[in-house]
């Protein structure tokens, strides 16, 4: 059973920061791509950024410049720093990685406000 717990959610105001983390815990042998997704009420799923085993990323441009994927493989841990964030970064993100099969976190809410 593998588990996969989010933090680091919450309110900021526009232009301020936040920093997701999502621990996976369980019986993983190894731990390939890991992705934040986001989502608000009405619409699909969005990927967010996606980094590899190799640390090789990628972001959706909507958010290139302002946010950082990052993990650290030892702990199985992987975390999103938002910097810069604007009222249309709201949504409840989702941490998932890929370990034989694709695993999801329960979801972070991130509400950016004025």
């Known amino acids: 059973q593998v588990q996969l717990v989010e933090s680091g959610g919450g309110l900021v105001q526009p232009g301020g920061s936040l920093i997701l983390s999502c621990a996976a815990s369980?019986?993983?042998?190894?731990?390939?791509?890991m992705r934040w997704y986001r989502q608000t009420p009405g619409k699909q799923r969005e990927l967010v950024a996606s980094?590899?085993?190799?640390?090789?990323?990628n972001y959706a441009d909507s958010v290139k410049g302002r946010f950082t994927i990052s993990r650290d493989n030892a702990k199985n841990t992987v975390y999103l720093q938002m910097n810069s964030l604007k009222p249309e970064d709201t949504a409840v993100y989702y941490c998932n990685i890929q370990a034989g099969r694709i695993y999801w976190g329960q979801g972070t809410q991130v509400t950016v406000f004025s």
């Open positions: 980094i590899t085993s190799g640390g090789s990323t």
């Open positions: 369980g019986r993983i042998f190894s731990v390939n791509v």
